[in-house]
């Protein structure tokens, strides 16, 4: 694999544009000098002043300061006050699903008391968001769609899938079920498919940590809240990896949870699955038929088709052959977490159960258990820490026969007893085809009471997180992320299976087991700088680098010659018949550099830039980078002009940027061995490239009447 080497260019001009920025923010921020502490304190409620608002942030941005209401909703914060002229400053009182509320205080004395009765937000007006933006932005000032769903509307409704709540609540997002069988990650879908060949579904990303895993380990519970950015416009901040949109997932870290308490919260939740509707089964047929009432045979003992075809004649019994296969399938999920707040230290931590049947007569369902720990230390003023740690394990009964379950259903006859034993008095009668009929036939009960079929798999994810703010305008992050997981996949047929027919088979085993490891490191340098009141600018300089290793280890026993032996030591030594063996190894290495650079001019009117430059040993050997780029706009227009029963009216527009990268075996060579010889199969391409696309979104935002809102 070629060695990545645009970084060193990039690297230069990254550390070019940090000492600029440092010396430029030198000169327009000069320190000031330090003068006598000032407190400040208050309480945070809601209803009037009726009810305290434990966990709730108050916080002044231009000082970097900010502390967490106690279970009274009660706060005290300490600054620093001006050496000289008194000083005017914002303070914010917020909390999740409230309206903040923002006040100019001067610090002119050393005691100052500032209460907040918050409203509730219906509409989510004042989200914060940091998924595609420069730094926290509340949402009515992003100039692309930003849809979010937090962990307020998630328990109204929980969903079984961490992304269910997505469906209904972010306009143009679809979240579908692939195959049905409990366990399996839902199909996420925004706005509609961006690539003929390639994947569709959007980016990933988990508190930091970008996952090539199914997000079938990951329970709603965890969740605090889901930022969903649809199309190339919005997403160019992820550049090569995000044309199909990005979705970012933040689990809950006790940062709620008011100062000096701890919560427990158990759930647990019982159902029971069905099918809700069945296809209606046609219970007649088109066979001549005896006196009797029997089928009339032909000289080779097969029935006799009536002349017109048509089926008219009714078998004189039927079964109900849906209901003998499947079954209500109970399910149940235990959840318990514990969140504590204690001074500058936050923590959670979560354990799940989870047991599905599923609603398949004899196959063992789903099974899961996982644990997510997240810790935040304040080192001090200047310095935070975050840790976070998952683990999950999981096991799944399958029935692995490419949909044959519901596809042989349909052709069975609905006078076969899917019941009835065999000849020899075993459990269900393998031999139902009866000639002239289709060979897709076959007993469901006697596969899935026969056949074994399991998927297993473990995964642990690991993250940390540096944030220094060496001065109130510039705070510098640095992040590790850590993403493992391990599947293995095993089928038995055993020895002595029969088919339709009752013919007698030698059964097969198959063995898979895949093993992905990924982890991204990055650093960034952001700085807020505001110049008198009149606009605020934000520019953030970062680096990603992204490393991932697949491996596959296969074998399949075509037959064996032993029943009692499940294992690929009873597989048969018949040339003819030999154990086939897979395996494959693949690397994939991305560094990756942006800037970004947004201007809010009196909160009214908000202009941003990007530039990204990715390079992947996924591309072509001789075009190893690609660079992206986006450029925005927004005007709150109800900000300079008020119209009775509007909160918001927002006009935006943006153009940018974004891609996909190549599989990873589009590049090369590729051979195949026919009749003892390699033949090439794929020409290969060195001058292979990332999907590229180029999105222009103009749009507005109306909200009114405080319950309604249009986009």
Do not use: C
């Amino acid at each position: 694999m070629r060695r990545l080497e645009s970084g060193q260019g990039v690297g230069r001009r990254l550390h070019q544009w940090v000492r600029t920025l440092l010396a430029a923010a030198a000169v327009s921020v000069p320190m000031a000098a330090q003068g006598q502490n000032i407190t400040i304190s208050g309480r945070v409620t809601t209803g009037g002043g009726s009810q305290p608002m434990g966990g709730a942030t108050v916080s002044i941005s231009e000082l970097t300061a900010g502390t967490i209401t106690d279970a009274e909703g009660r706060y005290r914060l300490v600054v620093a006050g001006p050496a000289t002229a008194t000083r005017r400053v914002t303070i914010v009182g917020r909390m999740i699903g409230y309206k903040p509320i923002r006040r100019s205080i001067a610090l002119d004395n050393t005691s100052i008391t500032q209460n907040f009765d918050l409203e509730r937000d219906v509409l989510n007006l004042e989200q914060v968001i940091v998924t595609g933006t420069s730094d926290a932005t509340s949402q009515k000032k992003t100039a692309f769609s930003v849809g979010v769903v937090d962990n307020v509307q998630l328990k109204e409704a929980p969903s079984v899938t961490p992304l269910g709540g997505l469906q209904g609540r972010v306009a143009g997002a679809q979240v579908t079920a692939g195959t049905g069988a409990p366990g399996t990650a839902p199909a996420i879908r925004l706005r509609g498919a961006t690539s003929l060949t390639g994947r569709q579904d959007p980016l990933i990303i988990v508190d930091g940590t970008i996952t090539r895993l199914s997000l079938s380990d990951i329970n709603s519970e965890d969740i605090e809240r889901v930022e969903v950015i649809k199309g190339a416009a919005a997403s160019s901040l992820y550049g090569s990896d995000a044309a199909n949109g990005v979705v970012q997932i933040f689990t809950k870290r006790g940062a709620e949870v008011a100062d000096g308490r701890t919560t427990v919260t158990v759930r647990n939740e019982f159902g029971a699955n069905d099918l809700r509707r069945t296809i209606p089964n046609n219970n007649s047929h088109n066979y001549q038929l005896n006196a009797d009432g029997s089928f009339l045979l032909n000289s080779s003992g097969n029935r006799v088709p009536k002349t017109d075809s048509i089926s008219d004649n009714p078998y004189p019994r039927t079964f109900d052959q849906l209901g003998q296969v499947f079954r209500p399938g109970q399910f149940m999920t235990n959840y318990v977490s514990v969140g504590q707040r204690k001074g500058n230290t936050n923590l959670s931590a979560a354990f799940q159960n989870v047991s599905d049947r599923g609603v398949i007569n004899q196959v063992n369902g789903f099974r899961r258990q996982n644990f997510r720990v997240n810790l935040d230390v304040a080192v001090n003023d200047k310095v935070d820490l975050q840790f976070g740690s998952f683990f999950a394990r999981s096991t799944a009964g399958e029935t692995d026969d490419g949909g044959g379950i519901f596809f042989g259903l349909r052709f069975l006859e609905p006078d076969i007893d899917l019941r009835a034993p065999a000849a020899d008095g075993t459990p269900f009668n393998p031999a139902i085809r009866r000639p002239p009929l289709s060979g897709n036939v076959n007993n469901p009960l006697y596969y899935t009471a026969n056949r074994r079929v399991n998927n297993d798999r473990d995964r642990f994810t690991g993250s940390a997180k540096l944030r220094y703010r060496p001065r109130s305008w510039l705070t510098a992050e640095a992040n590790v992320n850590y993403d493992r997981g391990n599947n293995n996949f095993k089928a038995l047929t055993p020895f002595g299976y029969r088919n339709s027919v009752g013919a007698v088979s030698q059964g097969d085993l198959d063995f898979q087991r895949d093993a992905t490891r990924a982890y991204n490191v990055g650093a960034t340098v952001t700085s807020v700088l505001d110049f008198r009141n009149w606009f605020t600018n934000t520019t953030k300089l970062a680096w990603v680098y992204e490393d991932q290793e697949n491996i596959g280890l296969g074998a399949f026993a075509q037959a064996l010659t032993l029943g009692a032996v499940p294992e690929f030591a009873s597989a048969s030594r018949d040339a003819s018949l030999q154990t086939l063996p897979r395996s494959f190894t693949q690397q994939i290495r991305n560094q990756n550099y942006f800037a970004i650079t947004t201007f809010d001019i009196k909160d009214k009117l908000i202009v941003d830039a990007l530039v990204r430059q990715d390079a992947s040993s996924l591309f072509g050997a001789d075009q190893r980078t690609r660079t992206f780029g986006r450029y925005s706009i927004a005007y709150r227009l109800s900000e300079d002009l008020k119209l009775p029963g509007i909160q918001e009216f927002k006009l935006r527009a943006s153009r940018g940027s974004a891609g996909l990268r190549p599989v990873f075996d589009a590049q090369y060579e590729q051979f195949a061995l026919r009749g003892g010889r390699s033949i090439k199969t794929t020409l290969g391409n060195r001058d292979l490239r990332p999907a590229f696309s180029t999105e222009t979104e103009v749009g507005f935002n109306l909200n009114f009447l405080r319950d309604f809102t249009f986009e």
